[in-house]
């Protein structure tokens, strides 16, 4: 199983926040969380996130080399739903 569908399964599993599978996504892959992590990596764990969505999380204090961006909360926000509606369309498609 590769990172990405153990991160799939772990999201499924705790209903765990972007900002928090970010973080698990990173050490999966055995890296440091940036935005490379969070535009490849999440990109290819949750696929029906847009592009410039995941572009745009690449401002998240955690992230950024000042550490002054958008918060956890900013991050959730602007991630979750697309994680959550890319879960649902797993379930609801045929196997």
Known sequence: MSAFEKLRKHAR???DPPH???QVLAKLLGRELCGRVIVGGLGQAFPTIPLD???KAT???????DGDGM???????LLGKWIA???VSEERSPT
Do not use: K, Q
């Open 13 to 15: 599993e705790t209903g």
């Open 59 to 65: 401002i998240w204090r955690r992230v950024t080399a």
């Open 85 to 87: 509606d890319d879960l």
């Open 20 to 22: 928090v599978l970010a």
């Open 71 to 77: 918060s956890d909360a900013e991050f959730d926000a």
């Open 53 to 55: 969505e995941l572009l």
